[in-house]
Each structure stands twice: as structure tokens, then as C-alpha cells.
T-cell receptor, first 112, second 109 residues
Framework: EPEVTQTPSHQVTQMGQEVILRCVPI?????FYWYRQILGQKVEFLVS????????KSEIFDDQFSVERPDGSNFTLKIRSTKLEDSAMYFC??????????FGPGTRLLVL | KNEVEQSPQNLTAQEGEFITINCSYS?????LHWLQQHPGGGIVSLFM???GKKKHGRLIATINIQEKHSSLHITASHPRDSAVYIC???????????FGPGTSLSVIP
């Protein structure tokens, strides 16, 4: 069965460092999403991406965040200068129009 | 105000019990999702439904669009069902998913 993959599974970084979280969506999917879950809280939407551009972003997704689909298969989330409060589980998801959303296994980010 | 609410927040059941988790939402939706999150953190989609009822194994999901309410039932519960069950909605067919707070289920032998 096709699946969304994410790398790395865990990342530890120092405050102020840049991190790039990578996702490989399912190959025929057209819509891509990033969500995050701070420990003990509910999952929150960050950004959606379609047709090589951001279609919607939440107020969490400020100038420190960016997304890219550099090569037609990978979908990346970059945090330019990490803060302690960026520590969370980050989930990538993809879907076709009207289809179910498939979630990746997540990347657990810890900012020290 | 949260757009998606769930009850109960926590649930402990004996193995074999019938379990019901409820979800209510306040917005117009195109579909509702039930998801499972295990302690390791990964999210698995259980159901996506826009009307009626779906069944998969021991899991049954129902939705009442008029009442803006959905239920997830687990029959003959088992310790391996222990997880967080999350209700989530989407407003359009390509939209982001809006997550509820989750219901933490523990099934004890």
C-alpha cells in the first residue's frame, strides 16, 4: 500500500539553527500539508500546498517557516531559526481531490 | 471556541467492552475523519465519511450531518485498541483537516 514517508524520524537542534524536515508524499497526490503537534496538545494545521504554491497557511506559519517541492517528489518544511517552542511532532500529509488524507509517521523535533 | 469537540476526554474499559467515542462539530463539512494515534506518535486514518455509517472489522463509524455529530464504536475491545482516537473534519474536499482534541482510550485485560 502506498504511504507517505518522512525523514528524519527524530531531530535535535540548537535554538537558532535552521532545520529542514522532509516528506515524500504519495506519487499521484496533488495536495500536500504540514501539521504539527506540541506534546500534550492537539494537532494543528500549518500549511497546505497545491500546484507549486501555498494555498493556505495558519497564523503559526510565520516568516520563519517555508515550504518547497524542490524536485517533484519531495515536500520540505524549513524552519529558518528554530525556537524552543518549535519543539513538536511534525506531520506531513497528502491527498487527491476528494480522497482521504494520508499522514506520514512524523518527525519529532526537539529544540534545545 | 473549538470547531471540533470530543467526549469523553479519557476512557478506560475492560477488555471485551463495547466502546463509544463521540464527536461534535460546529462548522459545515464535506467529510469527517476518525484517526488513531498510538503512543509512538504516528497517525493512522481509520475512516473518512460524509454520511451514514462505515464498518471496518470491529470498528464502526457513524455520522449525522443534520445534528453535526459522529460516533466511533469499538466492539469487543482489546488492549491493542489502546490509543488516542481523534475526530477531524474538513470543510471542502481538498481542505486541511481540523483536528479535535482526541480521546485517550485504555483497554485493560
Amino acid at each position: 500500500e502506498p504511504e507517505v514517508t518522512q525523514t528524519p524520524s527524530h531531530q535535535v537542534t540548537q535554538m537558532g539553527q535552521e532545520v529542514i524536515l522532509r516528506c515524500v508524499p504519495i506519487s499521484n497526490h496533488l495536495y500536500f500539508y504540514w501539521y504539527r503537534q506540541i506534546l500534550g496538545q492537539k494537532v494543528e494545521f500549518l500549511v497546505s500546498f497545491y500546484n507549486n504554491e501555498i494555498s493556505e497557511k495558519s497564523e503559526i506559519f510565520d516568516d520563519q517557516f517555508s515550504v518547497e517541492r524542490p524536485d517533484g517528489s519531495n515536500f520540505t518544511l524549513k524552519i529558518r531559526s528554530t525556537k524552543l517552542e518549535d519543539s513538536a511532532m511534525y506531520f506531513c500529509a497528502s491527498r487527491t481531490t476528494g480522497g482521504d488524507q494520508y499522514f506520514g509517521p512524523g518527525t519529532r523535533l526537539l529544540v534545545l | 471556541k473549538n470547531e471540533v469537540e470530543q467526549s469523553p476526554q479519557n476512557l478506560t474499559a475492560q477488555e471485551g467492552e463495547f466502546i463509544t467515542i463521540n464527536c461534535s462539530y460546529s462548522v459545515g463539512i464535506s467529510a469527517l475523519h476518525w484517526l488513531q494515534q498510538h503512543p509512538g506518535g504516528g497517525i493512522v486514518s481509520l475512516f473518512m465519511l460524509s454520511s451514514g455509517k462505515k464498518k471496518h472489522g470491529r470498528l464502526i463509524a457513524t455520522i449525522n450531518i443534520q445534528e453535526k455529530h459522529s460516533s466511533l464504536h469499538i466492539t469487543a475491545s482489546h488492549p491493542r485498541d489502546s490509543a488516542v482516537y481523534i475526530c477531524a473534519v474538513e470543510k471542502t474536499s481538498y481542505d486541511k483537516v481540523i483536528f479535535g482534541p482526541g480521546t485517550s482510550l485504555s483497554v485493560i485485560p
